[in-house]
Structures are given as C-alpha cells and as structure tokens.
C-alpha cells in the first residue's frame, strides 16, 4: 500500500475551526505529539512510545522519539524511523546525540517489519545494541532542515500496511518483548497537538483536503 494524504477527523476539523474563529489573535501551534499506538503484524494497541515533533523558528523540524518500555520491555531498542513530507529538496538531518555511529537519513527505504508499507523518509538509528547499533537506545533526537521551511503540518501523510493499519509516522523496534517476533514496526493512528487542542488538527484537516497525494510502493 502506499503513503496517502489523510483528511483529518471531521469533527475534529469542525471544532478547531470554531475554536480558531474565535481565538484568531491566539498564536499558532507549532508541535506536534504523535503516540506509537498500534503495531504493524497483528495490530496490537498499546502505549509503545512518542514522536515529540516541534517547529522551530527557522522552519526546521526537531524530532524527539521515546520508547516506553512498560509493554516493549528494558531491552527495546530503536532501529529505524519512517515518515511521509511532501516533495522538498535538500532535506538534511542533523542531531547532537552523541552516538557512535551517525544517523543516517534515507530516501524511500526498505521497511524493516514494514507489512506491506511504504514510507517517503527513514532514519537509520543504528542496527542492533552493539556498539555499531548505538547501544540500547530508547531516546533519539534530531533536526530536519530543506530548502524550504518546514511546517509539523507536513508530516500529517498516512502510509498504510496490507492489512490497513493507517499511520502517520512509525519506528522499528529490536529487541522487544511485545511479541515472540524480537522485533516490531510499531506507529501513530493519532497525532494530537502537544499545545492549542483542536484548533491546528482543524487547520492540517482543510490543509490536507487540498493537497492529496498518493504513493505506490
């Protein structure tokens, strides 16, 4: 299946928009949290973690990813990040981590766990919890930049797996204890805003509408 432009919740979208209507000299959101809820292989639910994204003021994107590992357990270890943008040019990625082996960004890339899915974007955060995987890393922080400004906005493209799971960002996870697999490809089916509630989902809602998309993988 492919990375689909999602039209965010209607009643959602009414809301926010009646929220902004009211409150149109209130500044605007610029971050959003998406929840690692779902898993790819049986769609099991649960709270597996966090994607932090915020909007800095240059227009960059600066991401920060938390496993919890209450249901994942203290051997989880992230291996690769997968999201959708909109077609940019000079995408780069920085981070101040200090890791021994760099993130790596990646266009279109192999899915690990994938399902069936595609996505635009992955970060490889370093494969296995040797020295050469970085360790157990259960936290990860790092800043996109492109020709063009960035807005949280952006990321709201879905990707979807054979079986329809439906989300907007998702990390691939070794060393788990969810299943008997090791390892899974856990991602967000929600993303709410981490400051103005309903208001920028109304927004991202009509942004969205306009601007469809579709991926093959």
């Known amino acids: 299946m492919g990375a689909t432009r999602f039209p965010l919740f209607s009643r959602a979208s009414i809301l926010g928009f009646a929220w902004l209507a009211g409150?149109?000299?209130a500044p605007a959101a610029r971050a959003l949290t998406f929840d690692?809820?779902?898993e790819f292989d049986d769609a099991l639910t649960g709270n597996f973690g966090t994607v932090e994204v915020t909007e800095?003021?240059?227009g960059d994107l600066f991401f920060q990813i938390t496993l919890d590992t209450s249901e994942l357990g203290t051997g989880a270890d992230l291996h690769e990040f997968y999201f959708n943008l909109p077609d940019v040019s000079g995408l780069?990625?920085?981070s101040t981590d200090v890791v021994a082996t760099p993130y790596d960004l990646d266009f279109e890339p192999s899915v690990s766990g994938n399902a069936g899915s595609s996505f635009v974007w992955g970060v490889n955060l370093g494969s296995g919890a040797g020295t050469s995987g970085n360790g157990v890393l259960q936290t990860a922080t790092f800043t996109l930049s492109a020709d063009t400004d960035l807005s949280e906005n952006d990321l709201l493209i879905s990707s979807s797996t054979n079986d329809g799971?439906?989300?907007f960002v998702a990390a691939h996870i070794q060393g788990t204890e969810l299943t008997n697999q090791g390892s899974e490809t856990v991602g967000s089916a929600v993303p709410e805003p981490t400051t103005l509630g309903l208001g920028v989902l109304g927004l991202?809602?009509?942004a969205l509408s306009r601007r469809r998309r579709?991926?093959?993988p």
């Open 23 to 25: 409150m149109s000299a």
């Open 36 to 38: 690692l809820n779902v």
């Open 56 to 58: 800095v003021a240059v």
């Open 92 to 94: 780069t990625l920085t």
């Open 165 to 167: 799971v439906t989300v």
């Open 204 to 206: 991202a809602g009509g």
């Open 214 to 216: 579709n991926r093959i």
